[in-house]
């Protein structure tokens, strides 16, 4: 690895040298994801360090980090280096000491298979692309960042998949990029979010749904400026404006692009192995093979507070049905 390792160059600094990089890159495919060591996570990160981390995630997408043994507080702290976070999720609540970690077991995921799998046909949500998905964007402004702690991980089995929605984008044609350019979807909550009639109120009072939020098809990175195709397999219902058929087959082809294997990259776990992704460029499926394995997988997340979506053609996202994903700071 070490031989393949891409040492990030600093921006110049202002006497106009470059200043030796403190971090190390090694990416994992050319497309998505590199690993990144020479770092410890429990202090406080310095401004030119974290600048390396940004510019990291910025080309990367996703980043992946080994050996981090962070309290919640450490993880917590780290992740405002992003940006504010949001509670833990807006319908599910977080930890009761810590409101911004969301902790995740292995049998939650169980519970969603077997749904799934026992539906009866036809009666299925809009689709089921084997957990692939981008957080929360039932909401109007989804998280910007994810970052995923590895807790209790087993020795085989429960990887993620990150797959790149830039790529995604760029590997369109260009009539079929003039198309969605100009399209709006419906995301929704997945009846695995809504969780049924057993979800219980929040401690907070805070509404656990539905939600329902209208984005463009493709929307602007608000850091980078790049095009990317903001499809989310497991929560678009439909492109609006177009007859039933015409948006089942556009999806269709849609998820395909976004569900390609050139376009993503695989994370191995270990305990204390941290996981930042950049939600607003990236789909994300995992555990992929919970259901074949029985032992203990404990994650946990924090997500830092994200803006409305704009397209390329200005129009930026809205809610239709409840309210946005609120700042805890
Ligand atoms: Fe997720």
Known sequence: MSSAAAVLTRDPVRDGRSAPSRITVAPVT?????????????????????????????????????????????????????????????ISEGLEEHPEIWEREIGEYRVRRTETDTRPVGARPPRDYKGWHIDITFVANPNSYSILYGVSIPAYGGDTLFASLAAAYEGLSPAIKTLVDGLQVVHQTSSYDAGGPSRAPRRDGRSIG??????????????TGEKILFLNPGTTTHVAGLKERESQALLDLLYGEVTRPEYAARFRWAPNSLVVWDNQAVAHAGPVDYAHFGETRVVRRITVAGELPVGPDGFRSRPIEGELFNILG
């Open 30 to 90: 050319p497309v998505i994801g590199a690993e990144i060591s020479g770092v410890d996570l429990r202090q406080p990160l310095d401004v030119e360090t974290f600048a390396e981390i940004r510019q990291a995630i910025r080309k990367w997408r996703v980043i992946f980090f080994r050996d981090q043994d962070l309290t919640n507080d450490q993880l917590k702290a780290f992740g405002r280096n992003f940006g504010p976070l949001t509670p833990a999720h807006p």
């Open 210 to 223: 539905p939600f329902v939020s209208l984005h463009p098809l493709v929307r602007i990175h608000p850091e």
